[in-house]
């Protein structure tokens, strides 16, 4: 097998296998075909998914891990946590040269090492879904490996179909992950409560999108923290027993009120909830 770090064009000459078929995979599929890097083949337990996936990538499919192409060069898992290291297992006997990465932020990279000899990360930091077209120059994509030259191919097909590119370790990763919840999964999570507190008096959340959008720009422009408003950090203790009043049909949402501003405000009072 060639390797990675001879070619000319490892781009264009590579054997890239995505394991995978869920919206990592469909994105990052797609957008390396849009780049001049060609899939050869998708794998997925699901043979309907497999080649819908693969007709879009005009690649070979099976719904066997261990119908890998044996010559594979680069194998990109993109699947769930739970099923990263079982798929590695199935597949590395039959394409034990392949440089082996999964897309995971929480993930070790080492969770592959028993499984192939080159294994890394190609983590895109960014939430996908099927209906949002990914702005690719705005996604930043951490890279890991062992090997310093297939650091530098991940690097390189990042750049490629991106522009953010980081090489971040392990344990950095697992703090970035963590990090992401929070700002992401956490945050949506306060949005969706507010969209429904607004529903209940049958009140648009569009109300709200101007005051998002400043926040958002405001933790942007400076540190979060020092562009904290609102009535914990202000210890505005009769601001917030009103809110906690209003909250009380909902007693997870008002848990979530009350430890969210002590946390704000560790100086707070207790308050009978």
Not at 216 to 230: C, E, I, V, Y
Request: one cysteine or more; charged letters at 25%; a positive charge.
């Amino acid at each position: 097998m060639t390797t990675l770090k001879n070619k000319f064009n490892p781009f264009m000459s590579s054997k890239i296998v995505i394991a995978g078929s869920g919206r990592i995979a469909w994105h990052l599929g797609k957008r390396m075909k849009a780049k001049g890097m060609p899939v050869a083949q998708v794998l997925s337990r699901t043979a309907e998914n497999a080649r819908a996936l693969a007709d879009a990538l005009q690649a070979g499919w099976t719904d066997d891990w261990t119908g890998i192409i044996p010559d594979a060069d680069w194998l990109l898992i993109a699947v769930r946590d739970d099923a990263i290291a079982e798929i590695a297992a199935l597949v590395a006997p039959h394409a034990p040269d392949a440089l082996c990465t999964h897309t995971s932020g929480s993930t070790p990279g080492k969770a592959l090492a028993p499984y192939f000899r080159r294994y890394g990360v190609f983590y895109p930091l960014q939430s996908f879904s099927m209906e949002r077209t990914p702005v690719w120059s705005k996604i930043p994509f951490c890279v890991d490996a062992q090997r310093d030259e297939d650091v530098l191919f991940l690097k390189r097909v990042a750049k490629t179909i991106g522009n953010l590119v980081y090489r971040v370790d392990d344990e950095q990763r697992a703090a970035l992950h963590v990090a992401a919840v929070f700002a992401n999964n956490f945050a949506n999570h306060c949005f969706s409560i507010a969209e429904k507190i607004l529903e209940e008096k049958e009140l648009p959340f569009e109300l709200l999108h101007p005051l998002m959008e400043e926040t958002l720009a405001k933790a942007l422009h400076d540190s979060p923290a020092r562009m904290q408003t609102g009535p914990a950090v202000r210890g505005d203790l009769d601001t917030i027993r009103r809110h906690l009043q209003l909250l009380k049909k909902h007693p997870e949402w008002r848990n979530i009120y009350y430890e969210l501003s002590k946390n704000i405000n560790p100086f707070l009072p207790k308050l009978k909830l």
